[in-house]
């Protein structure tokens, strides 16, 4: 599986972004696929996943109400809808996906990464 990771860029505190990633395969509808980011100096962190259907997703408690993360299954591509960003969001942002049935915030339970695209936030 190959992920590709696009949408991200520069935006004020409190805009919007969306993040998309398009993922190779035929398999893409029976993997839960999830967005973990990566700030200056930090370690790698869980931002949301959802289920190989759509129907469940897991926020962190830092994006939760402001973050969205969906799926199309027909297009092979997770979004991640972000709203009232912040300075502490940016970050590379990376998709990643797991042939696990269960959601997880657990980055070693994940299989296979994109290579992530840059979310700069200003204050």
């Known amino acids: 599986v190959q992920l590709q990771a696009s949408g991200g860029g520069l935006v004020q505190a409190g805009g919007s972004l969306r993040l998309s990633c398009a993922a190779s395969g035929r398999t893409f509808s029976t993997y839960v696929m999830g967005w973990f980011r990566q700030a200056p100096g930090k370690e790698r962190e869980f931002v949301a996943a959802i289920s190989s259907s759509g129907s469940g997703t897991f926020y962190a408690g830092s994006v939760k109400g402001r973050f969205t993360i969906s799926r199309d299954n027909a297009e092979n591509t997770v979004y991640l809808q972000m709203h009232n960003l912040k300075p502490e969001d940016t970050a590379v942002y990376y998709c990643?996906?797991?042939?696990?049935?269960?959601?997880?915030?657990?980055?070693?339970?994940?299989?296979?990464w994109g290579q992530g695209t840059l979310v700069t936030v200003s204050s």
């Open positions: 990643t996906s797991s042939v696990r049935v269960l959601i997880t915030a657990s980055a070693q339970l994940y299989d296979y």
